[in-house]
């Protein structure tokens, strides 16, 4: 078992930027995968960045050059650093992990971004 918590959301204006945070209960050294995926109402939720153990990592077309994701094994964390924010960023954003064949979800965090 895995869990995971989100925070770092909130309200910004276009242009701005947030740092979301995923806590995760075990480490993260060995996940296999983990990422950040975002839902709308009425939509299914859709990749935003993902990375892979040892392996590179991949980003939505939409925020290519906008978005950096990243970890910290140390302290079994994840990161989604968004820069250049516009309001169709505007989301609940989740992190989700790869682990043991299973795959874990937080509870989300919402982003919304005004213009």
């Known amino acids: 078992q895995v869990q995971l918590v989100e925070s770092g959301g909130g309200l910004v204006q276009a242009g701005g930027s947030l740092r979301l945070s995923c806590a995760a209960s075990?480490?993260?050294?060995?996940?296999?995968?983990m990422g950040w995926y975002r839902q709308t109402p009425g939509r299914q939720r859709e990749l935003v960045a993902h990375?892979?153990?040892?392996?590179?990592?991949n980003y939505a077309d939409s925020v290519k050059g906008r978005f950096t994701i990243s970890t910290d094994n140390a302290k079994n964390m994840v990161y989604l650093q968004m820069n250049s924010l516009k309001p169709e960023d505007t989301a609940v954003y989740y992190c989700?992990?790869?682990?043991?064949?299973?795959?874990?979800w937080g509870q989300g965090t919402q982003v919304t971004v005004s213009s």
């Open positions: 989700g992990v790869s682990y043991g064949g299973n795959s874990y």
């Open positions: 075990n480490s993260i050294f060995n996940m296999y995968a």
């Open positions: 990375i892979t153990s040892g392996g590179p990592t």
